[in-house]
């Protein structure tokens, strides 16, 4: 879940990965994702359908997000599994999956879904401390130690682990999914005090009354209050703050793959799965609205000598690509 503003703002919290990605070969500016709520839009990622063919419609088991019965009829045909078992490739999952991945009646931790080699994936939703993540199907806890437990970083070190120790004969594709910039917004304790003046994007739209949109737009109290409005700025803040140990995950990546001489050989996708409003039409922070703010995400790649004609849903168009 990451807005397009930490990508195209002059002051950025992604300015490397924007250099090393986006700079390096192509940036989308109108990507948009079919569902703007994690689970259906990532479903969507994964399988190349729409949430109406996926059936996972919201963020909870009885709304298909990681239930059995996606695990029966989807899980089977995702993109990482053709890879592995049509093309030989060998697979790397690291971070968030799908919500209510992990929960004891969808098969808890032990489950791993098919198509991936290498399987470490959060126990349920968004946590930068304190988590639990299955590592191949065991559970492995941590505490609140920044050093050894911080999510950001430890899925950094893991995905430089599968680069170090992966086949040299194999094609691979990893897939990390860090839960930052989603709440509870905790930044890294060396990043918690930048961008001490950011505020949320003071858009057109911003604490308008959108009197002519759809009428759950239209039940939003306009003018916010001061109150609410500083509290959307010290979240848009802290967002900002968790996406710098983001941008330092995708430099590490980057130069492990240049260092390996890999790097003119991999393809890399960069994108978000959800947008995100802070103020807009006097909407309170959240997403779920099929509005550009929510359904609009940054979307960049570095695919070498590889060239794309426009893509309008990226969620679809991923699986032909891929």
């Not at 300015?15 to 500016?29: C, E, P, Q, V, W």
Request: proline residues 6%; contains cysteine; aromatic residues 14%.
């Amino acid at each position: 879940m990451c807005c397009l503003s930490a990508i195209c703002s002059f002051q950025s919290p992604l300015n490397k990965t924007k250099k090393l990605i986006g700079d390096a070969g192509i940036s989308f500016t109108n990507a948009y994702v079919a569902s703007p709520l994690c689970c259906p839009s990532r479903a969507s990622i994964l399988t190349g359908k729409y949430p109406h063919n996926h059936h996972v419609i919201n963020n909870t088991l009885e709304g298909n997000c990681s239930s059995k019965a996606w695990q029966k009829s989807q899980e089977p045909h995702t993109f990482p599994a053709l890879l592995q078992a049509s093309a030989g490739y060998q697979t790397f999952f690291a971070g968030k999956y799908l919500n209510q991945y992990g929960h004891a009646e969808a098969g808890g931790v032990e489950h791993v879904p098919p198509g991936w080699n290498y399987w470490v994936g959060l126990e349920r939703n968004s946590k930068y401390y304190n988590y639990t993540l299955s590592v191949n199907g065991k559970a492995q806890k941590h505490g609140a130690d920044y050093s050894r437990d911080y999510l950001t970083d430890v899925l950094a070190n893991m995905s430089l682990d599968f680069l170090q120790y992966k086949s040299n004969y194999q094609p691979f594709f990893m897939m990390v999914s860090t839960p930052a910039p989603h709440s509870p917004w905790t930044a890294a304790p060396q990043y918690q005090d930048r961008f001490n003046s950011t505020k949320a994007p003071r858009d057109p739209n911003f604490n308008v009354h959108g009197k002519d949109k759809h009428w759950l737009i239209r039940q939003a109290k306009t003018p916010m209050t001061n109150s609410s409005v500083k509290f959307l700025d010290d979240a848009f803040r802290k967002r900002w703050q968790t996406l710098l140990s983001v941008d330092d995950l995708v430099e590490r990546v980057v130069k492990r793959l240049e260092v390996r001489g890999e790097l003119d050989n991999t393809y890399i996708f960069f994108t978000s799965d959800n947008g995100y409003h802070t103020g807009q039409f006097s909407l309170p922070l959240d997403k779920r609205q099929l509005y550009e703010f929510d359904i609009r995400v940054p979307l960049m790649f570095h695919l070498g000598s590889i060239i794309l004609s426009k893509i309008y849903t990226i969620n679809t168009q991923f699986y032909t690509v891929l």
